[in-house]
């Protein structure tokens, strides 16, 4: 039987989406389904065996809008496998070392018995919302600092933890 996925990002100026759509076709290739979107748009998570859970980050904090699926999800994802991202470091040290997760990733991560957290680089580029963003775009501290082929890997091995086929490369 084929493992359902959903992969439920908050994200304010896209980022976070973009990563959740490489983890969402990651799976897909490993031969799952699954489903990539808002997590402010999830209604139910019932009829998934799989959630990965991504955040922005912000000011150290996770999107609100992960904290509060978590929140409005928790006793349906207590009996599924919960895996969570954050995506923020606007410099390569996502790829350099583990970040751990933020206060909030972290409280998400220990009420839901969560498997595993990744942080990944994000991404800050002109038309960017909000003041600070735009600061810090001004500032010439913006810049695209996700790597999508870590992003890949981390869902393969998720998939392979959980029992999926993965390709061969």
């Given at each position: 039987?084929?493992?359902?996925?959903?992969?439920?990002?908050?994200?304010?100026?896209?980022?976070?989406?973009?990563?959740?759509?490489?983890?969402?076709?990651?799976?897909?290739?490993?031969?799952?389904?699954?489903?990539?979107?808002s997590a402010a748009e999830v209604e139910d998570v019932t009829s998934y065996d799989l959630v990965v859970l991504?955040?922005?980050?912000?000011?150290?904090?996770?999107?609100?809008?992960?904290?509060?699926?978590?929140?409005?999800?928790?006793?349906?994802?207590?009996?599924?496998?919960?895996?969570?991202?954050?995506?923020?470091?606007?410099?390569?040290?996502?790829?350099?070392?583990?970040?751990?997760?933020?206060?909030?990733?972290?409280?998400?991560?220990?009420?839901?018995?969560?498997?595993?957290?990744?942080?990944?680089?994000?991404?800050?580029?002109?038309?960017?919302?909000?003041?600070?963003?735009?600061?810090?775009?001004?500032?010439?501290?913006?810049?695209?600092?996700?790597?999508?082929?870590?992003?890949?890997?981390?869902?393969?091995?998720?998939?392979?933890?959980?029992?999926?086929?993965?390709?061969?490369?």
């Amino acid at each position: 039987m084929t493992q359902r996925a959903l992969v439920a990002y908050g994200t304010k100026n896209g980022s976070t989406a973009g990563i959740a759509e490489v983890v969402g076709e990651a799976l897909r290739c490993c031969g799952m389904e699954a489903e990539v979107c808002s997590a402010a748009e999830v209604e139910d998570v019932t009829s998934y065996d799989l959630v990965v859970l991504g955040g922005a980050l912000y000011a150290g904090r996770w999107h609100g809008d992960a904290v509060r699926f978590a929140r409005r999800h928790r006793a349906e994802l207590l009996h599924r496998s919960v895996w969570l991202f954050s995506s923020g470091p606007l410099d390569p040290s996502a790829g350099e070392r583990n970040i751990p997760p933020v206060r909030g990733a972290r409280r998400v991560m220990d009420r839901l018995d969560a498997r595993e957290h990744a942080t990944f680089g994000g991404r800050l580029e002109q038309g960017a919302q909000g003041r600070m963003a735009r600061m810090i775009v001004a500032s010439g501290r913006g810049g695209d600092f996700r790597d999508f082929g870590a992003i890949s890997a981390w869902a393969a091995d998720m998939a392979l933890k959980l029992g999926a086929e993965v390709p061969q490369r």
